[in-house]
């Protein structure tokens, strides 16, 4: 895998809205400002937050600012706006050889899964499942996130074990057991939709690391029942289940009257697989957010309730 350089003060951060606009476009001028007052320069693509559509510009703008960014000799990272929807709309514009020539950092998490699997795919590049620039300010960037974030892109070291949020959390250990291998994945929703297509997801003798968020357990369900037909958890060699934000029943109206919760919905597809497999670290849409470099050695250990980065994501 290719790693970029670690991102360290006075670089300059480029950013880009693969995706959804932000909510409130002010959002990026107090992100940018925040960025800035820690030491960093900050770029703002030439087609942020437009909205076409459901989304921040059109499919040729949005990997326009990506590719301009990969391009230019005077930015150092690569930071999203947010995820949202409609990265997996503009893959195939993107420059694969042009980010294989330029390793820079890219984060991102959410909807930009669909395009850390395709960097990986393509490209060969270590990507960072991460927070986007909504939430670079002092109200919404947790100690926890800022930590671990600065850590894992500032430091070339390997950034070891993903500590849970507080001694008083509880993880579920589903399957007991060891094993070491590369980790990819990323939002269940958009692993799913890359199955099928050139950028699907490979799991073979990987962890495979999952989370999403607003998803009923039956919507869970299709999506685990989805990768176990197409072969995809069978190939893994274990997994790694962040949080899951808001996965419970719609109060206001269920997909189907049942009590089945997301847990049971995990245990009935991995435990039988007896391959290690730990639910609950701070690793997707909750309040806290670790940041995890995509593709590198990691250390899964449901015994002892534990997964630890041991590998480097940047040089």
Known sequence: ?????????????????????????????RAKEYLENLGYKVVIGKNVNKTKGFTAASEQDRADDINEMFERDDI????????????AQIIDKLDFELIRRKPKIFTGFS??????????????????????????????LSEYTKESFFRTLGVPEPAGEIKKTSPK??????????????????????????????????????ILFFEDVDAEPWIMDNALSHLRNAGKLRDAAGFMI??????????????????????????????????????????????????LPLGVMCRLDADHKTFT????GVI
């Not at 350089?5 to 409130?24: D, F, Y």
């Not at 150092?76 to 990265?87: E, L, R, W």
């Not at 395709?118 to 002092?138: C, D, H, I, W």
């Open 76 to 87: 150092d990272a690569v930071f999203v706006t947010q995820g949202g929807y409609g990265s």
């Open 111 to 140: 909807d930009i899964t669909s395009l850390h699997l395709a960097m990986q795919k393509f490209s060969g590049l270590v990507t960072f499942y991460s927070p986007g620039m909504a939430r670079f300010n002092e109200e919404e």
């Open 309 to 312: 980065v041991l590998e480097a």
């Open 242 to 291: 962040g949080h899951c934000e808001n996965c419970v029943p719609y109060d206001y109206k269920p997909g189907f009257v049942c009590d089945t919760t997301l847990e049971d919905v995990l245990t009935y597809y991995l435990k039988p697989l007896k391959k290690p497999a730990l639910y609950g670290l701070p690793m997707g849409h909750g309040e806290h957010l670790a940041t």
């Open 169 to 206: 959390k509880w993880l579920t250990s589903i399957h007991g057991g060891v094993c070491e291998a590369p980790v990819v994945g990323g939002c269940l929703t958009l692993i799913c939709a890359s199955l099928g297509t050139p950028y699907e997801i490979d799991c073979k003798d990987k």
């Open 1 to 29: 895998m290719l790693k970029a350089k670690h991102l360290e003060k006075g670089n300059t951060i480029g950013v880009v809205s693969p995706a959804s606009p932000s909510e409130n476009h002010s959002e990026i001028d």
